[in-house]
């Protein structure tokens, strides 16, 4: 058993054990008393963890008495991780600037663990119970039953037909915004292959799939095209001799076959026809695996059609096989559904268009929003006002609508996530609506909040990334924006998808605060349970209760309007983040200090940072914004952050001496003097990520970068960039200033990694050419030149065999981009930006040249607008 919670406190009482690494601990007496109860409690979590790891594999029988008991357990495991924390507080904080003392009673001064030991030790008894039991009768007795009722509860929700009969009906059904999809698999169904084929469809819940399949069944070219059409739906709760019941039709006399015989009778059925197979819904790669023994692979043409929210299962399925991703509606395609379903082919008043409109874009593309909007509407009255109401709640109504069972559809999907999966998909339903989630931050807040399980020699950042593409892949996260290396860089939830994690979150895992009004009876009703903040509201204003504060753990604000704070209530003293990007601290809040157990510290400050902010010896990731336009300075006694992962400031930190480690992944915006630069490998050994400030006479000492072994990420900006040695290991490189020589490209070629190349800013300098002919920039995708003094650029399409795009801003001077670029295969975008004439008149005609060779598909945009090729050649027509 394991779950990251537990682990993060696993490793918190590790280092609080062998606490000679953090400084605040050093010879503490009271920590050093206390020594045997952390030694024992450690001890006695790991067995636990053991033992229950066993009951999991080996008494299946008893599955609902562990997840009790694994409740039970995990309750326990916060209960004291609450109690050693506040104690914690009151051994190590200085109460010397704080109105209060270590005897407040917020604070635990001593360590009493008996409830704690207590509810441990009830456990393990029944733990051992359960271990010892003989439940074999009882396992075949339950089998039994549970195979019964997931029987009956999956036919009861099924759709069926005899073999070569008309399955789902279309006869009322209104479709928009399908056609093309339709085609598409269509042909992908009867094309000209003979061996057994697999097309998938994967959406998220809501969004059509079933109506497209249906669509297809029913489609008169595929009632000729196919001898035997069947259909199937596979509901979570998946019984086999369900689906072989489904295709051959749920006829009496099949009812006592056994399922060897159903199986025989299928292959009868199917063997030497072209059939199409319909598997609706279908949720598990096991489900397939099951299923796909039923089907004989005879070379006849024949045909799987299966719909899926979950792309690993698709993906499973044929590996190299058809999936097509539905997409949402448009604003239009919306409308168009909305009007059909309200009005039913008759005119839609002209006074609730606009309306209409509203409500049809406030569904946001997902076909079951639109229905369950149009059901409501249908009952209402034609009136303006009323519907101008409904535009501007309707995910309120939605959510209310029990007919349409919106958000029941969606919670299948929820419900059908691992456990390691669920918190950190509710935490996303804290960010505001429609909000750009940055998958940076919401990875490093994940690992904060202890929800990633450690994973072999992976890091947690590379874990919690695998969790966010695992939720995107489930169709339950939407991608809002990719880099040119096809990395996630941003991320949003459906309005929808959204509300079922509020609703969710309500059971006891956050509380959102929206406006100062609903704000008080929120904070009055807050159970123990919930234990995050998320709120656009003044903390100024936001009067917390007492006893609310005590068990908070995490506190984020989004953006509002800008406001000071003076200080944090002290009795957040257990918080783990804390961000506080839109507050302009003037003067560093009292109480923060107090706040040793933060993970995640986000602040905007406009002085020097105290020394007090190294005694959050447990920070993981320290965010540091200035108010005003300036570097920031960090005390000397940085290095007392032994957990410190990522150091980002928005304008540039100064980051003093030091010579002891440091376990740094991420290092943004660094200013710090040459003389200490041969110390990079020592101090920083693991990190990724570095942007740094390079003084005049840094050049000398850039040879220690080649050191770094885990470097990915690398930009550099001053007067002082290196002419070389950069280490293999980069993927990303950007030069800012420095004006070096053109001859310098050289080194940079021969990079094996790396994609993405950005320079800018005069950082070549003389000769104001460069010659590519002879390199090859091996793995690049991005090239990005902005305010370079280059005149003349000579390249051949060799030179860069991956490039995908190439960005060209205010290069005032370069003549034209070479046609050569043109003929890179893998190129689908040119952006020009405040460039010459000469330059745009270029990249025409390499547009030119690709029109002439049939590839239509080379994006061309100058000045933030597409390039359109036959507006480009009429204007050429005309001027000639």
């Known amino acids: 058993m394991a779950y990251g919670g537990l682990q993060m406190f696993m490793g918190d009482l590790k280092q609080i054990i062998n606490c000679n690494d953090?400084?605040?601990?050093?010879?503490?007496?009271?920590?050093?008393?206390?020594?045997?109860?952390?030694?024992?409690?450690?001890?006695?979590?790991?067995?636990i963890v053991q033992t229950l790891s066993n009951i999991h594999?080996?008494?299946?029988?008893?599955?609902?008495?562990?997840?009790?008991?694994?409740?039970?357990?995990?309750?326990?495991?916060?209960?004291?991780?609450?109690?050693?924390?506040?104690?914690?507080?009151?051994?190590?904080?200085?109460?010397s600037d704080s109105e209060l003392s270590p005897t407040s009673d917020v604070f635990k001064t001593s360590l009493d663990l008996k409830n704690v030991m207590k509810s441990i030790e009830s456990i393990k008894v029944?733990?051992?119970?359960?271990?010892?039991?003989?439940?074999?009768?009882?396992?075949?007795?339950?089998?039994?039953?549970?195979?019964?009722?997931?029987?009956?509860?999956?036919?009861?929700?099924?759709?069926?037909?005899?073999?070569?009969?008309?399955?789902?009906?279309?006869?009322?059904?209104?479709?928009?915004?399908?056609?093309?999809?339709?085609?598409i698999i269509r042909d992908k169904l009867t094309e000209d292959t003979k061996q057994l084929c697999v097309v998938s469809i994967v959406g998220m819940g809501g969004q059509g799939k079933t109506t497209l399949a249906t669509k297809l069944f029913n489609d008169p070219f595929i009632k000729y095209h196919f001898h035997i059409r069947a259909w199937a739906t596979i509901s979570q709760t998946y019984v086999r001799r369900d689906l072989l019941m489904q295709i051959l039709g749920f006829q009496e006399d099949l009812e006592k076959d056994p399922d060897s015989k159903l199986r025989e009778k299928l292959h009868k059925k199917l063997m030497g026809q072209r059939y199409l197979i319909v598997i609706d819904d279908i949720w598990s790669i096991e489900a397939w695996d099951a299923l796909r023994v039923f089907f004989p692979n005879e070379n006849t043409g024949s045909r799987i059609l299966l719909t899926s929210r979950i792309n690993e299962v698709a993906l499973h399925v044929k590996p190299h096989g058809f999936v097509h991703s539905l997409p949402c509606l448009t604003e239009e395609e919306s409308w168009e559904l909305l009007k059909q379903k309200v009005f039913h082919?008759?005119?839609?008043?002209?006074?609730?268009?606009?309306?209409?409109?509203?409500?049809?874009?406030?569904?946001?593309?997902?076909?079951?929003?639109?229905?369950?909007?149009?059901?409501?509407?249908?009952?209402?009255?034609?009136?303006?006002?009323?519907?101008?109401?409904?535009?501007?709640?309707?995910?309120?109504?939605?959510?209310?609508?029990?007919?349409?069972?919106?958000?029941?559809?969606?919670?299948?999907?929820?419900?059908?996530?691992?456990?390691?999966?669920?918190?950190?998909?509710?935490?996303l339903g804290g960010f505001p609506e429609s909000f750009s989630i940055n998958v940076r931050r919401v990875i490093r807040l994940w690992v904060a909040e202890g929800f990633i399980v450690e994973s072999g020699?992976?890091?947690?950042?590379?874990?919690?990334?695998?969790?966010?593409?695992?939720?995107?892949?489930?169709?339950?996260?939407?991608?809002?924006?990719?880099?040119?290396?096809?990395?996630?860089?941003?991320?949003?939830?459906?309005?929808?998808?959204?509300?079922?994690?509020?609703?969710?979150?309500?059971?006891?895992?956050?509380?959102?605060?929206?406006?100062?009004?609903?704000?008080?009876?929120?904070?009055?009703?807050?159970?123990?349970?919930?234990?995050?903040?998320?709120?656009?509201?003044?903390?100024?204003?936001?009067?917390?209760?007492?006893?609310?504060?005590?068990?908070?753990?995490?506190?984020?604000?989004?953006?509002?309007?800008?406001?000071?704070?003076?200080?944090?209530?002290?009795?957040?003293?257990?918080l783990r983040v804390l961000d506080l990007q839109k507050c302009r601290l003037h003067f560093f809040p009292q109480g923060l200090g107090l706040l040793v157990h933060l993970r995640y510290l986000a602040i905007q400050y406009s002085c020097e940072f105290p020394n007090s902010i190294c005694k959050l010896w447990r920070l993981q990731t320290l965010i540091l914004k200035t108010i005003y336009f300036g570097s920031i300075y960090l005390p000397s006694n940085i290095t007392d952050l032994v957990n410190l992962r990522h150091l980002w400031g928005k304008s540039g930190i100064y980051l003093p001496y030091i010579e002891k480690p440091m376990n740094l992944y991420s290092i943004s915006k660094v200013l710090f003097t040459d003389d200490w630069v041969c110390n990079l490998q020592k101090c920083f050994p693991n990190i990724k990520k570095l942007v740094l400030y390079c003084g005049l006479h840094f050049h000398k000492s850039s040879k220690y970068l080649e050191l770094l072994p885990y470097l990915e990420n690398?930009?550099?900006?001053?007067?002082?960039?290196?002419?070389?040695?950069?280490?293999?290991?980069?993927?990303?490189?950007?030069?800012?200033?420095?004006?070096?020589?053109?001859?310098?490209?050289?080194?940079?070629?021969l990079l094996p990694n790396l994609e993405v190349l950005k320079l800018q800013d005069s950082v070549f300098m003389g000769g104001r050419q460069w010659d590519a002919c002879e390199q090859q920039f091996r793995q690049l995708k991005l090239l990005k030149l902005d305010r370079l003094d280059i005149k003349h650029w000579k390249a051949s399409s060799t030179s860069f065999p991956c490039l995908k795009q190439l960005s060209v801003w205010r290069c005032r001077y370069l003549e034209e981009i070479p046609l050569e670029i043109g003929e890179i295969a893998t190129i689908e975008l040119i952006e020009i930006f405040k460039c010459s004439n000469s330059v745009v008149e270029s990249v025409k005609r390499i547009q030119q040249e690709q029109h002439d060779e049939g590839n239509y598909d080379l994006k061309i945009i100058v000045d933030g607008k597409e390039l359109s090729f036959y507006s480009s050649q009429h204007r050429s027509s005309e001027s000639e």
């Open 457 to 574: 020699n992976q890091s947690l950042e590379d874990t919690a990334k695998a969790y966010l593409m695992d939720l995107i892949n489930r169709n339950l996260v939407i991608v809002a924006k990719r880099n040119i290396t096809g990395d996630v860089k941003a991320c949003k939830l459906h309005d929808l998808v959204r509300e079922l994690c509020v609703q969710k979150a309500k059971e006891g895992f956050f509380l959102k605060i929206d406006s100062p009004t609903s704000s008080s009876q929120l904070l009055e009703s807050i159970t123990y349970e919930q234990r995050r903040i998320f709120t656009n509201q003044n903390l100024n204003t936001l009067k917390i209760p007492h006893f609310v504060t005590q068990t908070i753990r995490t506190l984020l604000c989004f953006p509002g309007r800008e406001y000071s704070l003076k200080s944090i209530q002290h009795s957040f003293v257990l």
């Open 345 to 427: 082919g008759d005119e839609c008043p002209v006074w609730l268009i606009k309306p209409g409109m509203q409500i049809a874009k406030r569904c946001h593309g997902l076909p079951l929003s639109v229905v369950v909007m149009a059901g409501i509407l249908a009952k209402e009255s034609m009136n303006k006002d009323l519907w101008e109401e409904i535009a501007c709640n309707v995910s309120s109504y939605i959510v209310s609508d029990q007919k349409g069972g919106c958000l029941e559809t969606l919670a299948l999907s929820y419900h059908h996530l691992p456990s390691h999966l669920r918190e950190c998909f509710l935490y």
């Open 57 to 95: 594999q080996h008494h299946h029988h008893e599955l609902e008495r562990v997840r009790n008991l694994k409740k039970r357990f995990k309750d326990v495991v916060e209960e004291a991780q609450d109690t050693i924390d506040l104690y914690l507080s009151a051994v190590t904080v200085d109460f």
């Open 22 to 47: 953090i400084p605040l601990f050093n010879n503490n007496p009271s920590i050093l008393y206390e020594r045997p109860q952390f030694q024992l409690l450690y001890q006695e979590l790991d067995s």
């Open 714 to 749: 690398l930009k550099l900006m001053g007067p002082g960039l290196p002419s070389g040695a950069f280490p293999v290991t980069l993927k990303k490189l950007s030069l800012i200033s420095g004006k070096l020589s053109w001859r310098h490209m050289s080194v940079i070629h």
């Open 126 to 183: 029944e733990v051992t119970m359960i271990m010892k039991m003989d439940l074999s009768p009882r396992i075949n007795s339950l089998k039994t039953h549970s195979a019964r009722d997931a029987a009956g509860t999956s036919t009861s929700n099924t759709r069926s037909s005899p073999l070569g009969k008309l399955k789902p009906s279309m006869a009322e059904e209104i479709v928009v915004g399908l056609h093309r999809d339709a085609e």
